[in-house]
């Protein structure tokens, strides 16, 4: 880890009281980044700013339901306040809603949509003025679950190659105004989301099974998070339109 890597660096990362999101937040402000972490849980994201203020980094917090576009809107007016501007967006901020796609109350498909995939638009939309010709990155989290299919997960699989899609399109979108666009695609990481994540009644283990990594452990909030570092970074700075899989060899 280089600590100076994204000194002077401003950056906004969603989803940031738990899990990949306050590794990321973590993770950018040691490389030397000030960061504005936001998520709906307040109690979660003043925490994690807790955390990167003890170790001398500069942190400040907002709540946001990603969900909803005025509240993105004005999630980012006060991290441009804070910051004095914006060079980093990661939309870290998603849900997992397992269950028998021919059972399962279909409002648990429009949420699942509506913070996974409209959230991180919202937050590209809202965020983009500050990042336009700026040299600006933005990193998305998808899902290996865009690429292979996930038993019991239909409405997560389709939010995250929405997500996929959404990534490329402003890649190409906002190439030539120096904005970067990328994301990051995990296999299974040990986050307070998945830890629940499977309490799917009924399950076919045998359908299960197909989705192990090769490696055999599930990954870390971190290593996602040293990922998200690196294409925010100036060392990616021919990358874009990328979506990088973080999965153990489960989709080799």
């Known amino acids: 880890m280089d600590k100076d890597r994204l000194k002077g660096k401003r950056a906004l990362v969603t989803g940031a009281a738990s899990g990949i999101g306050r590794a990321t937040s973590l993770r950018l402000a040691a490389e030397g980044a000030s960061v504005f972490c936001c998520d709906i849980v307040a109690a979660g ?104 299919g996930v038993p019991y997960n239909a409405a997560y699989g389709a939010s995250k190659a929405g997500v996929v899609g959404l ?34 009644e009924n399950l076919d283990a045998s359908l299960m099974a197909r989705i192990a990594p090769l490696v055999p452990r599930v990954g870390k909030p971190e290593e996602i998070a040293g990922v998200v570092a690196f294409l925010a970074s100036e060392e990616a700075a021919y990358v874009t339109g990328s979506a990088y899989r973080i999965d153990g060899g489960q989709t080799c």
């Open 45 to 148: 994201v003043e925490e994690t700013v807790s955390m990167i203020t003890a170790e001398g980094g500069r942190a400040a917090s907002g709540t946001v339901d990603v969900s909803k576009l005025d509240s993105c809107e004005a999630v980012v007016a006060a991290a441009g306040r804070f910051l004095g501007g914006l060079d980093i967006l990661a939309n870290v901020a998603g849900i997992l809603r397992p269950g028998h796609t021919d059972k399962q109350d279909p409002k648990l498909f429009d949420q699942t949509i509506a913070i996974n995939l409209s959230g991180t638009y919202y937050m590209c939309r809202s965020a983009l003025p500050l990042l336009l010709d700026g040299g600006g990155a933005i990193v998305n989290i998808a899902s290996v679950a865009a690429m292979q």
């Open 167 to 200: 990534t490329q399109a402003l890649a190409a979108e906002y190439a030539k105004r120096g904005v970067r666009v990328n994301c990051v695609c995990p296999g299974g990481v040990l986050t307070p989301m998945t830890l629940g994540g499977f309490n799917v």
